[in-house]
């Protein structure tokens, strides 16, 4: 008998420093509610979907940028779509920036269709600098963030074996490995992706290519559904690319966004492929 999961991709256009959460849910929980009015049963929102990718400045006021984090998963904003999860039976992973006993992760949490938290990750590939470099490194995850210390854990959703990745983790083959080889059917991944980087801007017209390169690849070489969203636009002055995706285990992409705002896309997405593609390819 044939398995599947419709899966809904919410790629949100820019979130700026002056929005406020409350406005930022909102539009995450109309994303959520036309997600579920087509058909999906698992969401996936962005990195850092509910403020502006702050790493892109150098903060030095501890105020300023606790402001950035949460201290709770729900707190008083996130708890409506957690709700609204319950409400709609459909979950989905929300990246935030959690701010927890052990550390200050970039993280993403797993809701169930009852709105229950399932699980959560922590992104292991924290990229840039931990201290801004003569002007040219303006990429300051690592001054913020520790590393994730939860490994790449895989979740049962009612019934499919779920993983996360977040933004450059999707860069690396070991994530796909690692997801893989504990049984991931699908990696829901979310990324803030800038169109130039200072380091490199004569690569600024790879982006694209090396978004979806490494999600093909790793969709491919691991037989898994990859569900990726980007937070995409203008944001404080930073164009970050959109082209949010869902991939098929054949490497090929099954669903994309097309413009750079707000934006959902669904697949329903055939489970028994995982099997087909790795007996044809790696048996
Ligand atoms: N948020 C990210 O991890 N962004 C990185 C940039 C800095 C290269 C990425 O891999 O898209």
């Not at 210390?149 to 993983?163: A, E, I, K, M, S």
């Not at 999707?170 to 690692?178: D, L």
């Amino acid at each position: 008998m044939s398995r599947s999961i419709t899966l809904a991709v919410c790629q949100t256009g820019p979130i700026q420093r002056s929005d406020t959460r409350h406005e930022t849910v909102d539009r995450l929980l109309h994303l959520l509610e036309t997600a579920a009015a087509m058909g999906a049963e698992l969401a996936v929102f962005p990195e850092m979907a509910l403020t502006t990718f702050f790493p892109r400045w150098h903060l030095t006021d501890a105020d300023e940028i606790a402001a950035f984090f949460e201290a709770a998963m729900p707190g008083p904003e996130t708890a409506r779509l957690f709700a609204a999860a319950a409400r709609l039976r459909c979950g989905f992973a929300l990246g935030y920036c959690e701010a927890a006993a052990d550390g200050r992760f970039n993280t993403a949490v797993l809701a169930g269709p009852d709105g229950e938290i399932i699980g959560k990750y922590r992104k292991v590939h924290v990229p840039g600098s931990d201290k801004p470099q003569d002007g040219t490194t303006v990429h300051l995850e690592r001054l913020y963030f520790d590393p994730g210390n939860l490994g790449f854990p895989v979740f049962d959703y009612r019934g499919t074996r779920v993983g996360m990745a977040i933004c450059n983790d999707r860069r690396w083959p070991e994530t796909y490995r690692m997801l893989m080889l504990n049984g991931a059917e699908v990696a829901l991944i979310g990324y803030n992706t800038p169109q130039v980087l200072a380091e490199a801007p004569a690569l600024a017209h790879l982006r694209m290519l090396h978004n979806h390169l490494p999600m093909q690849a790793g969709a491919y070489q691991n037989t898994l559904w990859v569900a990726a969203a980007a937070k995409a636009g203008l944001e404080d002055g930073q164009a970050l690319i959109g082209g949010s995706c869902i991939v098929s285990p054949t490497g090929e992409i099954a669903a994309l966004a097309m413009g750079l705002g707000d934006e959902v896309i669904i697949h329903r997405t055939d489970l028994s492929l995982i099997a087909a593609c790795r007996k044809v390819n790696f048996d």
